[in-house]
């Protein structure tokens, strides 16, 4: 009777043991299936979230970086979604594109699709392709880049410039239009050059080089370089001093020809210097004293 009464409870503990073995297992592969669909990118990568933090050797921040990444261990690691903070005198400047990689070796950042740099004072820079190197404090890039700050908007073909947009060389192709706050001018200024262009919006100047042309309502000025002169308060062109084959064009289709040309913009005077000559609608030619008018 005893006996029996063991066996059946033996065979009980087994069943029950078995039962218990049977659902665990069945655990497990269900969290197995789950983690291979939350996991697995495209390729079957597993994506982790990538974070990094780079310091100089002074303890200053230079750059934080994150974005999803299958490659967390290679030396180039591939980033979808990035999203960066370039550091420029503990200001930072941020910076987001759909891709991008971050090599190790070299301790550069790249990005790509879609990259928009924001600066804290309003400076943004838009582009398809950008390079950062956090320890020299600079943003590259060689293909067609925006940069817009105020009322200002600047469009070229390749960009050099720091990690907080104060200053921006333009390689070629360069465009620029101002839109001006003053009544006066009526249009905005647009401004273009072959290039280089070289803005520094600290000093609110831009130095354009090569085949420069200013225009607004009140006519053209061409010249081989000129330098232009922001005022940063009433939001419009201040001066333009132009250097080499200037020619001005106003709307009637009179021109004058010097070597130099100090343009007051902001009080509608033009000082001519160097040797000038004037061709008036009409066809006749006549000399002018330099000076101005």
Same mark, same amino acid.
């Given at each position: 009777?005893?006996?029996?009464?063991? /066996?059946?409870?033996?065979?009980?503990?087994?069943?029950?043991?078995?039962?218990?073995?049977?659902?665990?297992?069945?655990?497990?592969?269900?969290?197995?299936?789950?983690?291979?669909?939350?996991?697995?990118?495209?390729?079957?990568?597993?994506?982790?979230?990538?974070?990094?933090?780079?310091?100089? =050797?002074?303890?200053?921040?230079?750059?934080?970086?994150?974005? @999803?990444?299958?490659?967390? /261990?290679?030396?180039?690691? #591939?980033?979808? %979604?990035?999203?960066?903070?370039?550091?420029?005198?503990?200001?930072?400047?941020?910076?987001?594109?759909?891709?991008?990689?971050? #090599?190790? &070796?070299?301790?550069?950042?790249?990005?790509?699709?879609?990259? =928009?740099?924001?600066?804290?004072?309003?400076?943004?820079?838009?582009?398809?392709?950008? #390079?950062?190197?956090?320890?020299?404090?600079?943003?590259?890039?060689?293909?067609?880049?925006?940069?817009?700050?105020?009322?200002? %908007?600047?469009?070229?073909?390749?960009?050099?410039? @720091?990690?907080?947009?104060?200053?921006?060389?333009?390689?070629?192709?360069?465009?620029?239009?101002?839109? %001006?706050?003053?009544?006066?001018?009526? &249009?905005?200024?647009?401004? &273009?050059?072959?290039?280089?262009?070289?803005? #520094?919006?600290?000093?609110?100047?831009?130095?354009?080089?090569?085949?420069?042309?200013?225009? @607004?309502?009140?006519?053209?000025?061409?010249?081989?370089?000129?330098?232009?002169?922001?005022?940063?308060?009433?939001?419009?062109?201040?001066?333009?001093?132009?250097?080499?084959?200037?020619?001005?064009?106003?709307? @009637?289709?009179?021109?004058?020809?010097?070597?130099?040309?100090?343009?007051?913009?902001?009080?509608?005077?033009?000082? /001519?210097?160097?040797? &000038?000559?004037?061709?008036?609608?009409?066809?006749?030619?006549?000399?002018?004293?330099?000076?101005?008018?």
């Amino acid at each position: 009777m005893w006996k029996r009464a063991i /066996l059946i409870c033996a065979i009980f503990i087994g069943l029950y043991t078995g039962l218990i073995q049977f659902q665990i297992f069945q655990g497990r592969l269900a969290n197995q299936r789950h983690l291979k669909q939350t996991d697995a990118g495209p390729a079957g990568h597993k994506v982790y979230v990538f974070s990094f933090s780079k310091y100089s =050797v002074d303890g200053e921040k230079e750059l934080e970086i994150e974005g @999803d990444s299958a490659n967390l /261990l290679a030396k180039t690691v #591939d980033l979808m %979604n990035v999203v960066a903070k370039a550091y420029a005198q503990e200001v930072p400047v941020t910076i987001t594109a759909d891709e991008g990689y971050y #090599d190790k &070796t070299k301790e550069k950042v790249h990005f790509q699709k879609n990259v =928009v740099a924001t600066t804290e004072d309003g400076a943004r820079l838009l582009t398809e392709s950008l #390079d950062i190197v956090p320890s020299s404090r600079i943003m590259e890039t060689e293909v067609q880049t925006a940069v817009k700050k105020d009322n200002i %908007n600047i469009d070229g073909v390749g960009a050099h410039g @720091d990690s907080h947009l104060k200053k921006v060389k333009f390689k070629k192709n360069v465009k620029v239009v101002i839109q %001006n706050q003053d009544a006066a001018a009526k &249009t905005p200024t647009v401004i &273009t050059c072959d290039g280089p262009l070289v803005i #520094d919006y600290e000093k609110n100047i831009a130095h354009f080089r090569d085949n420069v042309i200013s225009e @607004d309502a009140r006519g053209r000025l061409l010249a081989d370089k000129m330098d232009v002169y922001y005022n940063r308060e009433k939001k419009g062109v201040s001066k333009i001093i132009a250097i080499g084959n200037v020619i001005i064009e106003n709307p @009637d289709g009179n021109r004058t020809y010097s070597d130099n040309v100090v343009y007051l913009a902001e009080e509608g005077r033009i000082i /001519l210097g160097g040797d &000038t000559e004037g061709l008036y609608y009409g066809g006749d030619t006549a000399s002018a004293v330099p000076g101005e008018f």
